[in-house]
Nanobody, 118 residues
Framework: QVQLAESGGGLVQAGGSVRLSCVAS?????MGWFRQAPGKEREFVAY?????YYTDSVKGRFTISRDNAKNTVYLQMDSLKSEDTAVYYC?????????????????WGQGTQVTVSS
């Protein structure tokens, strides 16, 4: 089992920045971020494993990184837009599959709210 704990969410103005952190209880092969806006399905944002991948809507604005010594993954979010408002979830898996589907991940955090005001 892996426990994941996110932190760093909050209220930010459009154009601003927020950094999310997720600490895992042990190392995993891949860690990712997903988000879920009200009334919408949970969607992929980014993952880091043997490579790094982003969904198109955040490329150039978000940066995912990982500190293996701390079992921590970060999501630096810049140039935020109102459409980035969502609950952001950290996810982890022991085996890297496709990486962009919720079913690719076994472990999930509780989520942290990010609200972007326009």
């Amino acid at each position: 089992q892996v426990q994941l704990a996110e932190s760093g969410g909050g209220l930010v103005q459009a154009g601003g920045s927020v950094r999310l952190s997720c600490v895992a209880s042990r190392r995993t092969a891949v860690m990712g971020w997903f988000r879920q806006a009200p009334g919408k399905e949970r969607e992929f944002v980014a993952y880091v494993g043997s490579d790094i991948y982003y969904t198109d809507s955040v490329k150039g604005r978000f940066t995912i990184s990982r500190d293996n010594a701390k079992n921590t993954v970060y999501l630096q979010m810049d140039s935020l837009k109102s459409e980035d408002t969502a609950v952001y979830y950290c996810a982890a898996a022991d085996v890297l599959r496709v990486g962009i589907r919720t079913r690719d991940y076994t472990y999930w955090g509780q989520g942290t709210q990010v609200t972007v005001s326009s």
